[in-house]
């Protein structure tokens, strides 16, 4: 998904290729939601309920106020947490149409 991103001019964290060892993982993710305008989370059936995605999201949606977008892949609506259930999910199929609003986006910043 990062790779589509970045192609078309967006910016992305990662969490495994950006932080480096030694960093302190919580305060790299937050300084990374901190200069974000869009999460982007994949929902599969492991990560639909881990703490740390529900953090994220929560910190995204309570303190930066960022569009949340959700990519679902093999879940249902019925795990999603309350919080992106009232948010528009993609299916991971999908995934290009969202790149093409990302890159549509991206370009309305640089005007």
Known sequence: ????????GAKTFRDDR????????PESIRQAIKQSD??????TPNSVNR????L??????GWARLRIVA???NVSIDP????????????LNDFDQYVQEVAKRVKDLKK
């Open 71 to 73: 990519v679902l892949y």
């Open 38 to 43: 869009e999460l982007v989370v994949l929902l």
């Open 80 to 91: 999603i947490p309350a919080i992106m259930k009232s948010k528009k999910a993609i299916a």
């Open 18 to 25: 950006d932080i480096d060892g030694g960093d302190d993982i």
């Open 1 to 8: 998904m990062c790779h589509y991103l970045d192609a078309i």
């Open 51 to 54: 703490p740390w995605v529900n």
């Open 56 to 61: 994220e999201v929560g910190a995204a949606w």
